[in-house]
Each structure stands twice: as structure tokens, then as C-alpha cells.
């Protein structure tokens, strides 16, 4: 009684003919693999399903698994009301889970459920009804993804797996997610590089079961290929942790600028040597490691000022010996920390308030990680996981019209009387002059009626 097997699927609402309407056609591969999964569930008889979902219910820093005894939804969003599937939860399934990532100190459990519909999780429905053409007689786990990193995501596999074990469950998990959705210019999504180097990969992973490969994307590129099903894998593989898996790519196609993949993976047997975790712990270290070693002194000085306060509660003295450029200087300065490639705290001074750039990122390093309304304070077992960023930026000149602006070269100050707001160039997902503008607007609280005058500076980023 285990995990018999996984399955990585895609989630394109384009694929039922109730939506695509002839177009479904030009992903026939996709529906062949889809259907075969679907019969190999069937051969196994499971008497759970665990389903994760990239678009159900998603927090921050928590896992939701869908609570009740029942759910049923269709794909009425898509104009198709008569795709429509009924489920039966497990709930001796997702007490068990919920109090093994309790033990384990993961954030999991039934908590934040608003609405039990379907309705708005096509990334289920679309699995379930392909299942469903073949093998009906199962209940259902539905889990949500999580902001938590992909070790988090992989020790709740672990759980997945253990409490199959321990309930003498026969359980299949299938992983709903697409691939990156930037692999054309004329996609709906555009293309992006790292779109097709992202499909590339994770289908060539899927190929050998490589399932570290999952855990080790940097997770700006993953970002940045727009994917998102990734965490939808990660827990897959660790609910396989240990386990030998016969492992098969059973399509790949893209036509319509997504990635949609297809894959199989059965276990045969136990294998130490497919304990991911430890190796992915090992591959943190070196890389944290690596990046530590090559910050400059800008960015050295930010993490030894958070780490100061942090630990001590309070507030460092500049060291000794820095370079003249960071002690003869005045400049605004913005300090930025990321933590598993999401943003942790961000704050920063347009014009210099202290003596000097060194004085100046001291102080707003701190800021950075304990005054940032949208997060909480940074604790002391994060440290270890953050990644620091310093914009030195130029002084602010006024200008007559958007025309003037590039967000890739310059930031933007929007006024209005009192509120001003300030965004910083280059930033991900940020492309056109509209977007930095109306964002800027929106953290000054400046209203779409009202009237603002536009500056605009440069900035050195420090990495």
C-alpha cells in the first residue's frame, strides 16, 4: 500500500472540444498521452487521488488542502458548463496529511477555504475529466501550491507518501501543471528566452526522472519563463522520494505559445540513492555560497548590516576599511532582499538623509527587513536564504512628458501634493512605460483623476 504512481499533466481548457472547438485538434498528441494516462490510473485501481494544483487555493507561506466531503465544478468560465466532475474528498487522507506537516513543521491543513466550487480551478477539472472517462471509483486530495520554497514543496510529497504508507492507501498523484507560457511572439503570453529553454529541460527531466533537476531551476528563470506548474512536479518527486521510478515523456507540444507535457512516472522499488533532498540541501549550499563570494562591498555591507540587527537587535557601526567610493558619497540608496526568488523587503531613500552611500544602505538594510509594511520582520532562521540587491541612484530630474521615460534605464517619482511614489528600472515584469507609471501611482495612492508631475533617475545595481 504506497504511492503506485505520478503523473505530470497540463491543463489547457482548449483541450476539451466544449471549448476548443476544432482546435483541440492541433494538440491531438497532447489528448493521446492524457488518455493514456488515464487508462494507466485505471489499471492501478487507486483508492486515493492526490491532485496538485497550481490554481487552487494559494498562500504566501501555506499549503491548502481542500476541506469537506464533497466538490463538483466545471468549466462553465470557459463556456463550457457541460464539462462538469463530482468529487468525493478523502478526509481520513487529509486529516492524516495535515497532521504529518504539522510533525514535520510544515505549513499545510483545510484553513482559508472560501469557496468549495471547482469552478475556479480549471487546473483540476480538466485532470478529473480525463480520469474520469476511465476509473471513477476514488476519492480525491486537492492541494493547493504554496510561495514556500521547492524544499517545502518536496517535503510535503514526502508527507503524501509516508501517510499512503501508513494508511495502507493505494494512491496515485497527479500533478497538474503547464509548462512555460512564453514560447511564441504571437502567443497570448509573448516570448521570453527562457520560455523554451525552460520546456526544453523540464521535459528532458521528465525523460530520466531527474527529479533534483526540478528542485535546481534558479527561480528567476523560472519566473521569467512564465511556468506554472514547477512546484506542481517538485511535490510529485518527493512523494516518489526514494523510490527507483520508471520514468516516460509520453508528449511534449506547444503550438499555441504553452508548453503542455505529459509524463509518466511508476516506482520499481526502493533506491537510497534517489533521496533527493539531502542533495538539493548540498546544491543550495554551494550556490549560496558561490553567490556570497562574488557580492561587491555594497552588497556585502547590506547583508552585514540585516544579519547585525537581526541577531542583536541592534542597529550595526559601519566597519572598517570600505571602498572611498561608499564613504566620499552621498546618494539614495535601495535595498532590496529576495528569499526563494520572491521579493522580502524593499526599502530606500529617492535623496541621501546621512553622511554617506556606506551610512546609507546601513540604515536602509534595516529598514529593508523590519519596517516593510507588506512583510513581516525578517527572523533569523531566513538569513541563510536571502539574497541582496543595492540600487545607488542618481538625482531625480523632472520631465515634461512619459515620452521622456524608458523603464529599463530610468526609475520614475510620481507627485501629487504630498503622496509620491517611486519605482525602480529594470524590474521584472514591468515593460512598458504605462505599466511603471500607473504602479508608481498606486504605491503613492494617487488617484486615476488626479494630477502628478513625473521625474525620472538612473541607478547603479549592485548584485
Known amino acids: 500500500m504506497a504511492v503506485l504512481g505520478a503523473f505530470a499533466v497540463p491543463h489547457p481548457p482548449i483541450i476539451m472540444p466544449q471549448v476548443g472547438k476544432g482546435e483541440e485538434r492541433k494538440i491531438q498528441k497532447t489528448i493521446d498521452a492524457y488518455r493514456e494516462v488515464a487508462r494507466r490510473i485505471a489499471s492501478l485501481k487507486p483508492q486515493t487521488i492526490i491532485l496538485t494544483s497550481p490554481h487552487s487555493i494559494m498562500y504566501a507561506d501555506y499549503f491548502h488542502i481542500s476541506p469537506g466531503k464533497t466538490a463538483s465544478g466545471s468549466l462553465i468560465r470557459f463556456g463550457a458548463p ?83 504508507d501508513t494508511l495502507g492507501i493505494d494512491a496515485v498523484l497527479v500533478a497538474s501543471g503547464d509548462l512555460s507560457h ?27 526522472g531527474d527529479f533534483l533537476r526540478f528542485m535546481t531551476f534558479p527561480y528567476e528563470f523560472a519566473d521569467r ?125 529617492i535623496a541621501p538623509v546621512t553622511e554617506n552611500i556606506a551610512q546609507e544602505i546601513l540604515r536602509n538594510a534595516v529598514s529593508a527587513c523590519s519596517e516593510d509594511p507588506r512583510f513581516e520582520p525578517v527572523r533569523a532562521d531566513e538569513l541563510d536564504d536571502l539574497i541582496y540587491s543595492v540600487d545607488v541612484l542618481s538625482p531625480a530630474e523632472p520631465v515634461s512628458s512619459p515620452d521622456m521615460l524608458d523603464p529599463v534605464k530610468y526609475g520614475v517619482i510620481v507627485t501629487s501634493g504630498r503622496k509620491r511614489g517611486l519605482l525602480l528600472p529594470n524590474l521584472e515584469g514591468v515593460d512598458t512605460i504605462e505599466q511603471q507609471i500607473e504602479i508608481a501611482k498606486r504605491k503613492a495612492g494617487i488617484g486615476p483623476n488626479e494630477k502628478y508631475t513625473l521625474e525620472r533617475f538612473e541607478v547603479v545595481r549592485h548584485k
Do not use: W
Not at 257 to 277: C, H, K, N, Q, T
Open 82 to 164: 457541460d464539462v462538469r466532475v463530482s468529487v468525493e474528498y478523502d478526509a481520513r487522507f487529509v486529516e492524516a496529511l495535515t497532521n504529518e506537516a504539522e510533525k514535520e513543521k510544515i505549513p499545510a491543513g483545510t484553513l482559508g477555504e472560501r469557496n468549495p466550487s471547482l469552478d475556479y480551478d480549471h487546473a483540476s477539472v480538466i485532470p478529473l475529466a480525463f480520469v474520469n472517462e476511465f476509473y471513477t471509483n476514488y476519492k480525491l486530495v486537492r492541494i493547493g501550491l504554496s510561495g514556500l520554497s521547492f524544499a517545502d514543496h518536496y517535503k510535503l510529497g514526502m508527507c503524501i507518501q509516508k501517510v499512503a
Open 182 to 208: 512564453k514560447l511564441k511572439e504571437d502567443g497570448p503570453y509573448g516570448l521570453a528566452p527562457e520560455g523554451p529553454e525552460f520546456d526544453k529541460q523540464i521535459t528532458e527531466a521528465f525523460a530520466k
Open 225 to 349: 519563463a512564465a511556468e506554472c506548474g514547477l512546484r506542481s512536479f517538485i511535490i510529485m518527486a518527493g512523494a516518489l522520494d526514494g523510490k527507483n521510478v520508471k520514468a516516460e515523456l509520453l508528449s511534449y507540444e506547444g503550438p499555441f505559445g504553452v508548453g503542455y507535457g505529459v509524463a509518466s512516472f511508476i516506482p520499481e522499488g526502493d533506491d537510497p540513492e534517489r533521496r533527493i533532498l539531502d542533495k538539493y540541501y548540498e546544491f543550495e549550499s554551494e550556490r549560496m555560497r558561490q553567490i556570497r563570494e562574488n557580492e561587491d562591498a555594497y552588497v556585502r555591507l547590506a547583508r552585514y548590516s540585516v544579519e547585525h540587527f537581526v541577531k542583536t537587535k541592534r542597529c550595526a557601526s559601519l566597519p572598517e576599511n570600505l571602498p572611498s567610493e561608499m564613504t566620499a558619497r552621498r546618494a539614495g540608496v535601495f535595498v532590496s532582499l529576495k528569499k526563494h526568488g520572491e521579493l522580502r523587503g524593499c526599502i530606500g531613500t
